[in-house]
């Protein structure tokens, strides 16, 4: 997928305006970002690609680039 499609999933699923996101935001200042988008991300990613994300891993995220990240990882391991 690509980074545009990637965006426009986590735009969806924390439930921002389109286009919103670039990727170079920190998590602290989206505000969407809290416990329930974090949830959120886990379990979309889950449906979307059938590659469960460790808790862990999605707490160790500091931007949406590295949440990005992880999408594209289970998206490449979904092909």
């Not at 920190?26 to 590659?51: C, E, H, Q």
Request: glycine fraction near 6%; include cysteine.
């Amino acid at each position: 997928m690509t980074k545009a499609e990637l965006l426009c999933l986590l735009e969806d699923a924390l439930d921002v305006p389109p286009q919103t996101l670039t990727g170079a935001e920190a998590l602290r200042d989206v505000p969407a970002w809290d416990s329930m988008g974090t949830l959120t991300f886990i379990t979309m990613v889950d449906r979307k690609f059938g590659k469960p994300l460790p808790a862990a891993d999605v707490l160790h995220c500091e931007t949406v680039k590295d949440l990005l990240r992880l999408m594209g990882e289970a998206s490449r391991l979904a092909a």
